[in-house]
Nanobody, 124 residues
């Protein structure tokens, strides 16, 4: 089992940047594909980005391609989501998720382990 903890959320103006971190404890983090999801008020949780266990492969939602970058440092048990050119529609609670072998990277039900979430608010 792995425990996940997110940090780095906050309030930023449109066009600004934030860097979210997901730190894992417990099992070896390199054994888990890791993703970021977000949930805005009144909306369903949606996929943002995911990264393979080695970090060699990444995937992004169309809405964040070219603006967000996911990376990982398995030596530090950390996955980072760098968010640039933020828009008000990026406002949501952002969650880190991990699974040894998710069947579909973009489906939240494919991930067994979740963090508590961190709030990101982008003002216009």
């Amino acid at each position: 089992q792995v425990q996940l903890s997110e940090s780095g959320g906050g309030l930023v103006q449109a066009g600004g940047s934030l860097r979210l971190s997901c730190v894992a404890s417990g099992r070896t983090f390199s054994g888990y594909t890791t993703g970021w999801f977000r949930q805005a008020p009144g909306k369903e949780r949606e996929f943002v980005a995911s990264i393979s266990r080695s970090g060699a492969f990444t995937g992004y939602a169309d809405s964040v391609k070219g603006r967000f970058t996911i990376s990982r440092d398995n030596g530090k048990n950390t996955v980072v989501l760098q968010m640039n050119s933020l828009k008000p529609e990026d406002t949501a609670v952002y969650y880190c998720a991990a699974d040894p072998s998710p069947s579909t990277w973009s489906r939240d039900s494919a991930y067994d382990y979740w963090g508590q979430g961190t709030q990101v608010t982008v003002s216009s």
